[in-house]
């Protein structure tokens, strides 16, 4: 068993920018990288809207910043993850890798979410070569190309929207006979010139040399019409939700019908005092780096003023 004032699970710009803030608080902060060292960022390649780089970041380089920047200030960065909680008393219990218990004074929950993907072997393949989860970040990469988005929500829908005001045509793949999106979203959508919608139509594989080329799809799969199909697109985006990583915060914790954890408007708050949640966890709306980060310093500077709440 070891004590420490302040834990941050996860190590993403959130988890890494409360370890910043609550470093220079002198709060002797102990975070844990978790299962992905980095988070989704270091998935992409390059980032060019987080402020500060003009020509761009590698998504591994910008982490390994935060990351060296925590450490400078004195944060105890650890391998490990998080596989067990009890929130039911204050100090915190939070058991890394089934073994060593953690009591905390404050607890930052930086854990993240996951993109969910069809389970397609070319999405591996041709991950950062053309498969991104993450329409607004990657999109301008695609100005007047061809992508599609699969996906039948409001997410898809939205993605769709933005894409089409930067890539040449965008095709927007269906499963069902109907979008789920709200009626306005479908509206927009099928009032967008360059998005075309393909209804019950399933993405089964991806091809191409050096990176995407096109989408192997058939329609209306398992009927007795099914037809197969490719069309070539630079760009597969997948827009079917994101899985956020609480699982094992949710007996103390409360989330959505979906597993976002529940904050204060504009605080990291959660309902319980001394725990706090930034980053992808908490924000099903924006999911972007810079936003993860300025999560991540709320959340330091809101577990620093509990802290002293508690002398």
């Not at 089934?98 to 999405?123: C, F, H, R, V």
């Not at 409001?154 to 965008?170: I, M, N, Q, W």
């Not at 597969?236 to 597993?259: C, M, R, V, Y």
């Amino acid at each position: 068993m070891e004590k420490v004032k302040c834990l941050i699970i996860g190590s993403g710009p959130a988890g890494y920018t409360a370890a910043i803030y609550a470093s220079r608080a002198n709060l002797n902060p102990v975070l844990y990288e978790g299962i992905q060292p980095g988070g989704q960022l270091t998935t992409t390649t390059d980032i060019e809207n987080f402020p500060g780089y003009p020509q761009g970041v590698n998504g591994f380089d910008i982490m390994n910043d935060l990351k060296t920047q925590a450490a400078r200030f004195g944060a105890d960065i650890r391998s490990g993850i998080a596989t067990s909680t009890d929130l039911s008393a204050q100090p915190f219990k939070v058991v890394i890798d089934e073994e060593k218990t953690i009591e905390a004074d404050a607890l930052i929950i930086a854990t993240g979410a996951t993109a969910k993907y069809l389970g397609l072997p070319d999405e591996q393949k041709y991950a950062g070569m053309g498969v991104s989860a993450c329409a607004t970040c990657d999109g301008f990469f695609y100005r007047k190309k061809k992508v599609a988005v699969v996906g039948g929500g409001d997410t898809a829908c939205e993605e769709s929207l933005y894409l089409s005001g930067l890539a040449a045509h965008v095709y927007l793949i269906v499963r069902k006979p109907v979008l789920r999106a709200s009626k306005i979203m479908q509206e927009r959508v099928m009032k967008t010139e360059n998005i075309t919608v393909l209804f019950e139509h399933n993405a089964v594989g991806l091809f191409g040399e050096k990176g995407v080329e096109g989408v192997h799809l058939v329609k209306r799969m398992g009927e007795a019409d099914e037809e197969k199909m490719d069309i070539a697109i630079d760009g597969f985006f997948l827009a079917i939700g994101h899985q956020p990583n609480s699982a094992i915060f949710k007996p103390w914790i409360e989330t959505d019908e979906i597993g976002y954890i529940k904050t204060v408007p504009d605080s990291t708050r959660t309902n319980l005092p001394g725990v706090f949640a930034a980053g992808d966890v908490a924000d099903p709306v924006f999911r972007q780096a810079v936003t993860a980060a300025g999560a991540g310093c709320k959340a330091a500077i809101e577990a620093e003023r509990y802290l002293l709440s508690k002398k």
